[in-house]
């Protein structure tokens, strides 16, 4: 019988992908170009392997086209001599799509490249150059010098942003994605600690969003040598987004214990709720208890961040004066206050809400994320007398399939011969 399970089981599963997917290769058939690029999108996204949509490239319409190249190269599945033709389409989109992938792919073809440099289109030499950078940085010094005399803005700004990464930084008129390819290709050709002291002499001069920019790459450099430099920032820092964004590089890099309680405290008092929120985040991964009663009040209020912030505080330290909470989560209007709910019961281990959390895996008003997560609890707490509910979803023609692949799992737990009889 064992045996019997396992294999009704698979077959199952594959049943359900494919009813899944189904309805997309109907799609496929459309005369509405808009049918076929949307089902085409979707089996991109089921990652569902198949050679029809090869034909697709060769579509009178362009977005049918371009979703076509997506899901071949997502899907491994692109190959050379289309993507070459691709190079050369009619539409400026699928020569920037295809010449992307086109140098991410390794392809070695000098006369595409030549070709590209000299593409009508400014934004498909663009892609070219900022695809270059990314991939081969230590080779583009032969493209930029052919392609220094562009005219192309773009292509001029970057080029001489990369001639001078502290000049690049300073100019607000400079966009934040050419700044962000200079450091990229800076990043390649410097060592860590030339890249570190590059950026520390133009960071107190920078606007905000390149400050958010410099903070985003100096995560990427070891603790010892950003450790000092960035505690003294937190002293001096009175902008709190930027505070933030300080605190996630020293918790990335050098982790939470390297964070002054004084400043988590800051976080936490904030007027701002996603500030507070972010507060005791950190005051839960340094273990912290100090917050649980302000957390407990925080329950009563009437923004989401503040109260989803104080339920995940209290959960972590197994607070059971959440459980007075759990039935007004579990009827409110919020999604939000629901999976928080769904999420206490499972941590505090609840099984007295198992009858609320049976209403909502059975009810279609629930967004299918709530949904999935109720049904998962049910086999959590293997609630065998429940096991028709799973059996009535996977029955049921009209209910998701992600839903029902949950379903399954649940219903090979609870009662596993029944997997059989569908």
Avoid at 78 to 87: A, C, G, P
Avoid at 295 to 309: K, M, N, S, T
Avoid at 318 to 327: A, E
Avoid at 358 to 381: E, G, Q, T, V, W
């Amino acid at each position: 019988m064992a045996n019997e399970i396992i294999e009704s089981y698979k077959i199952l599963e594959e049943k359900i992908k494919s009813e899944n997917a189904k309805i997309f290769f109907e799609m496929l058939d459309s005369n509405y170009p808009a049918f076929k690029s949307r089902a085409i999108q979707e089996l991109t996204k089921l990652k569902i392997e198949t050679p029809a949509i090869k034909e697709f490239i060769e579509d009178p319409d362009r977005e049918v086209r371009l979703s076509s190249l997506k899901y071949l190269e997502k899907l491994a599945l692109l190959e050379e001599e289309d993507l070459i033709k691709l190079t050369k389409d009619i539409s400026p989109a699928i020569r920037r799509e295809s010449i992307k992938f086109f140098i991410s792919m390794g392809i070695e073809d000098e006369k595409i490249i030549e070709e590209k440099i000299k593409d009508p289109d400014p934004t498909v030499r663009y892609q070219l150059l900022i695809s270059y950078l990314e991939y081969y940085p230590e080779e583009s010094p032969k493209l930029i010098e052919k392609m220094k005399d562009d005219p192309y803005v773009k292509i001029k700004q970057l080029i001489e942003a990369l001639e001078n990464v502290s000049e690049t930084m300073l100019d607000d008129t400079i966009p934040s994605n050419i700044k962000k390819i200079s450091l990229i290709r800076y990043y390649e050709k410097t060592d860590a600690m030339v890249f570190f002291t590059t950026l520390k002499e133009v960071y107190g001069e920078v606007d905000k969003e390149t400050k958010k920019i410099i903070l985003r790459f100096l995560a990427g450099l070891p603790c010892d040598i950003i450790k000092k430099y960035l505690e003294g920032k937190i002293e001096e820092e009175k902008d709190y987004e930027i505070l933030m964004a300080i605190t996630k590089v020293i918790r990335k890099v050098c982790g939470t214990e390297d964070i002054p309680s004084w400043l988590i405290n800051n976080f936490v008092d904030h007027k701002d709720p996603k500030i507070v929120k972010f507060g005791l985040k950190l005051a839960q991964d340094k273990e912290d208890m100090g917050y649980v009663d302000y957390a407990r009040e925080l329950l009563d209020e009437v923004d989401d961040d503040l109260v989803i912030g104080a339920a995940d505080y209290l959960t972590f330290f197994q607070d059971y004066q959440l459980t007075d909470y759990v039935s007004e989560f579990l009827h409110s209007v919020s999604s939000k206050r629901i999976k928080e709910a769904l999420k206490i019961i499972k941590k505090l281990k609840l099984e007295n809400f198992i009858n609320e959390i049976s209403d909502i895996a059975n009810n279609k008003k629930y967004p299918m994320s709530i949904r999935k997560n109720a049904i998962n609890l049910l086999k959590y707490f293997k609630a065998k007398n429940l096991w028709e509910i799973p059996f009535n979803i996977l029955k049921d023609p009209y209910e998701n399939g992600q839903l029902k692949l949950a379903s399954l799992n649940a219903l090979l737990k609870l009662n596993p011969e029944m997997v059989t009889n569908i």
